[in-house]
């Protein structure tokens, strides 16, 4: 299925702009035009001739760029690479990255943040310093609660799940894409995806 007609984009220039600079405009888009969709597959036309490109989906994590929500094969083994992220907090943005992630159903991958607060006068101050993150699987726990006596604590964020596919196998279920904020206010843990 053609998107669009090369012929037809030539012929709705515009009278603001030369035709000559219009053919040329449209001579270099159509050589990068993604002129059919199919299933995984795009096909593409390259200077006339049809191309088509497809991605593998690794464990339904998806084609395109997703970090921290991706999910490569690793070659050989049957296990998984997670496509690299930030997690941005108090203190330095952290990159996180993890191989060999062996996908179980019923598990999930979370991010963990370590993080230290500040109390003024006996009073949780919003803020602090996040002090480490680092890549699970697992059961995701609880967050620490934070008090002006307890200052150190973990927060965790889900990036997705592994679920049954129907027939006993297990299929990844991102739970969105880009890098995470992490915030702290005395009531409690927030956070963003796709990074600052």
């Not at 060999?100 to 159903?105: E, G, K, L, S």
Request: a negative charge.
């Amino acid at each position: 299925m053609n998107i669009f007609n090369k012929s037809e984009l030539k012929m709705s220039r515009g009278g603001l702009v030369p035709m000559r600079m219009w053919n040329a405009l449209v001579d270099l888009v159509w050589a990068l035009a993604i002129v059919s969709v199919n299933g995984g597959t795009l096909g593409r036309s390259v200077n006339g001739s049809s191309i088509s490109v497809s991605r593998a989906v690794a464990g339904g994590g998806g084609a395109v760029d997703c970090a921290l929500g991706r999910l490569t094969a690793n070659v050989g083994d049957g296990n998984f690479t997670i496509e690299p992220g930030y997690v941005h907090g108090g203190g330095d943005d952290i990159l996180l990255e993890k191989t060999d992630i062996v996908p179980a159903i019923g598990s999930e991958l979370y991010v963990e943040v370590s993080w230290t607060a500040t109390a003024v006068d006996d009073v949780l101050q919003a803020g602090g310093v996040m002090t480490g993150a680092v890549l699970k699987v697992g059961m995701k726990p609880v967050d620490d609660v934070l008090s002006a006596t307890s200052l150190t604590g973990k927060h965790y964020r889900t990036l997705g799940e592994w679920v049954d596919d129907g027939a006993g196998n297990p299929l990844w279920v991102k739970a969105g894409c880009g890098s995470y904020s992490v915030r702290f206010c005395p009531s409690g843990w927030t956070g963003l995806r796709g990074g600052i």
